[in-house]
């Protein structure tokens, strides 16, 4: 009747050697990652060295960690990056907070829900980017233009994804808890909300790559410090070493927010409370 | 005769879509005393769920009415408890939290109702797993999980909406086992709506048949068996049981 907690039994000689296998494997991938890694800056080192490619225009992984430690002097290196990062994490949380409580209710009304529609598909093919003078305009250059930018861009998408999430409950389950005589807040907080908790992630492993792109153009367009406006600027003067440290700070900063939600994303999972049984 | 607790009469329900009207239930109307075991049966899709949602207030019937214990039905009614198709439970919740959805949504969470759904826990044997999640219980336990959910919430009258019928038919036959002898000794009445005309006459102590839509009642039978201790499985080895069968088959008239 009841299935107990899988027991391990005494490893088979099969299986000692499937499990052999599979590690070797997985070093394997690890190994590789880091050659291509590694090889790639290799190569542009030395072909820069060899004047085969002209550093002046694809800059050095040598000029690059020089810029890096020139920028660190001068004191400058954790305010650009820590300006870009509270923009893109303000503009994530903001994107998700309202974006999900406007997915909320969109679920709770049907009707706002078809009024909307047509303005919602308009907005979420509108290149959002086309709004930012409109923001600066509005609300003056500097880091808040920056965020609503950055929530224009992610905030439509997390509306349709955690909304088409929730129109997915499944009704039958709905239709459990109504013979039970619940109303539309317990529909929701029994069924759709918890039921959802995995699209509402999705929604967020999106917004994080989006709140970057938001953030980056926001600060072409407008700011004064940040690694956008490194970029723009070292384009301007033709510093492309800077153009270039900046780009590779700004991948790790984003690969590491993204690996933030992964965990987070974990950590849920392991609750099958919050997160059901996966 | 027993006491009447369930009165449907002249129920009449007509859907509206846009693509035009559906009339789904005409004229159905019947009684179900207290401690009866009643069932619906007749063809798919023929309107029987539509009669039971009604009974239960989810659906508002376009003509006639539905009284419990002498009361109009208006909205989703207390005194009944409903079990769908599937057991529908949350895998997210512990089976225990699972049974006591139904008094989470009532707001009828006390300590009383608690030890009262320990109790129905212990008494069926889901004690030792109410910490458990749902996937790691066989079928039949989920099957019983979702009755102890339907019963915590102490219902006058059980509504079955082809309760089983997720199930293979050897699991089916065993659960209907497992969950008729639970629902009689709750002493619950029960109104089950099912396409399987033998687990209609193996369960119930009435039979009423429906026509296909829209569903209309063509006659109602009496199931009587010569048996000391009922259960399901017990009648279908009676003698009585094929008559029982070939009179409601030929009244549902199928055509392939």
Redesign the interface.
């Known amino acids: 009747m009841f299935m107990s907690e899988r027991q391990e039994p005494a490893l088979s000689r099969e299986r000692a050697e499937y499990l052999r296998k599979l590690k070797i494997r997985k070093h394997a991938i690890l190994t590789a990652r880091i050659l291509i890694l590694v090889a790639f800056f290799a190569v542009w080192e030395i072909a820069g060295n060899l004047r085969l490619i002209d550093p002046f225009l694809t800059s050095q992984p040598s000029r690059i960690i020089r810029t890096l430690s020139n920028l660190y002097m001068q004191g400058d290196l954790f305010k650009h990056i820590g300006i870009t990062c509270l923009e893109t994490v303000a503009g994530f949380l903001l994107g998700t907070v309202l974006g999900t409580g406007v997915a909320i209710l969109l679920w709770w009304s049907d009707f706002i829900s078809r009024v909307l529609e047509p303005y919602l598909v308009v907005l979420n093919s509108l290149p959002k980017i086309a709004l930012g003078p409109i923001f600066i305009i509005w609300i003056g250059p500097g880091p808040s233009a920056i965020i609503v930018m950055a929530l224009a861009i992610s905030l439509i998408v997390t509306i349709l994804e955690v909304l088409n999430g929730f129109l997915s409950a499944d009704p039958e389950k709905i239709r459990l808890v109504e013979t039970f005589g619940a109303n539309r807040l317990q529909v929701f907080t029994k069924v759709v909300l918890p039921s959802n908790i995995g699209s509402v992630i999705n929604a967020l492993k999106i917004n994080v790559g989006l709140s970057w792109v938001g953030v980056i153009v926001g600060e072409f367009l407008v700011s004064r410090a940040g690694l956008g406006y490194l970029i723009v600027y070292g384009g301007q003067v033709f510093q492309l070493d800077l153009v270039m440290t900046s780009v590779i700070i700004l991948a790790a900063a984003a690969a590491l927010m993204y690996q933030g939600v992964v965990w987070i994303e974990r950590k849920l999972m392991k609750n099958p409370q919050v997160y059901g049984r996966m | 005769m027993a006491e009447e607790l369930v009165d449907v009469r002249n129920l009449g329900m007509k859907y509206q879509s846009p693509n035009g009207e559906i009339e789904a239930v005409r004229d159905v109307s019947f009684t179900v005393s207290k401690g009866e075991f009643v069932s619906l049966v007749g063809p798919s899709g023929c309107g029987k769920s539509t009669i039971l949602s009604i009974i ?1 207030g ?1 659906l508002k019937p376009t003509s006639g009415s539905v009284r419990i214990g002498g009361e109009w039905v208006r ?2 009614s ?1 005194k ?3 079990m ?3 057991d ?1 439970l ?4 512990t089976i225990y939290q699972n049974v006591l ?2 008094l ?3 707001g009828a969470l006390n300590k009383e109702s608690k030890e009262r759904v320990m109790g129905l826990l212990n008494t069926y044997g889901l004690y030792e ?1 109410r910490d ?2 749902p ?4 079928g ?2 989920r099957q019983r999980a979702a009755l102890i959910r339907t019963l915590a ?1 102490d219902p006058e009258i059980l509504l079955l909406d082809e309760a089983f019928s997720a199930l293979d038919y050897q699991m089916r036959i065993a659960v209907t086992d497992d969950i008729y002898g639970i629902i009689k000794r709750e002493q619950k009445t029960v109104i089950m709506v099912t396409h399987d005309i033998s687990e209609s006459i193996s369960m119930s102590d009435r039979v009423i048949v429906i026509s296909k839509r829209p569903a209309t009642v063509i006659a109602i039978h009496d199931i009587k068996f010569n048996l000391k201790e009922r259960s399901p499985l017990a009648c279908r080895e009676t003698r009585e049981f094929p008559g029982y069968f070939n009179m409601i088959w030929r009244e549902l008239d199928v055509h392939v």
């Open positions: 239960s989810l909205g989703a207390r009944v408890g409903y769908l198709q599937k529908h949350f895998d997210w919740r959805l139904g989470e949504v009532r797993f458990k999640y996937d790691q219980l066989s039949g336990m919430v």
